[in-house]
């Protein structure tokens, strides 16, 4: 695919998705992203209302990995966790209108299917999480006051924190601060976020 997402990348992609254990149980959704969050949900559905439902003990097995046909094209999604079940059951007509909502806790990978979590196709990877911001500096931002400005100063590249080497293991681990800036055309507003980002790279043996 040409288009090329980020951490921080923002889209609500219509698609078709199917579990990788049952690929011929096919349904659709949407999978979005605001820059922070990553969920995934399904459509509407009409469903026969049972006590389990009223109770919330009717939830199925969230699958592991998960295939996509998007409008972007194929995407793998692997770790799912269900965060919420809305819809209506009017159980005086027997029948119901039900989604799910998912939020994806491992990976997104656009542009191709991987067969599962431990498949050796992967090169290097830039990996964030959240909280772990609190544990490393910021990206260097400096404030300068003056008579008639304050200016606010962010440096263009990532900040080097760790870079090593480690040959037991073959791979390269490098730890950078990313200044995350978002401004709107004609200062209405801005925002600068540091945020860690772990960059892990095989290295030959």
Not at 11 to 17: D, I, M, P, S, T
Not at 23 to 49: H, I, Q, Y
Not at 78 to 88: A, D, E, R
């Amino acid at each position: 695919m040409d288009e090329k997402f980020d951490l921080y990348s923002k889209f609500q992609l219509e698609g078709v998705f199917w579990d990788v254990a049952r690929p011929d149980d096919k349904f659709a959704g949407t999978l979005s992203c605001n820059g922070k969050r990553l969920e995934l949900a399904t459509r509407a559905e009409l469903v026969t209302p049972t006590p389990a439902m009223l109770m919330g003990t009717d939830d199925a097995s969230v699958p592991d990995v998960v295939h996509g046909f998007t409008v972007k094209g194929d995407c793998t999604i692997i770790g799912l966790q269900q965060i919420n079940t809305p819809g209506l059951l009017d159980y005086s007509k027997g029948r119901g209108v039900r989604w799910r909502y998912f939020r994806v806790i491992g990976a997104c990978l656009m542009g191709w299917h991987l067969a599962n979590d431990t498949t050796e196709v992967l090169t290097t990877a830039d990996l964030t999480y959240t909280g772990i911001s609190e544990w490393f500096p910021g990206c260097g931002a400096s404030i300068t006051h003056a008579d008639r400005a304050t200016l606010i100063s962010l440096p263009k590249e990532r900040r080097i924190v760790l870079d090593v080497c480690i040959l037991a293991k073959r791979f390269h681990l490098a730890i950078d601060i990313d200044p995350n800036f978002e401004f709107k055309i004609g200062g209405r507003s801005f925002k600068a976020d540091s945020e860690p980002v772990i960059t892990l790279e095989p290295v030959g043996a």
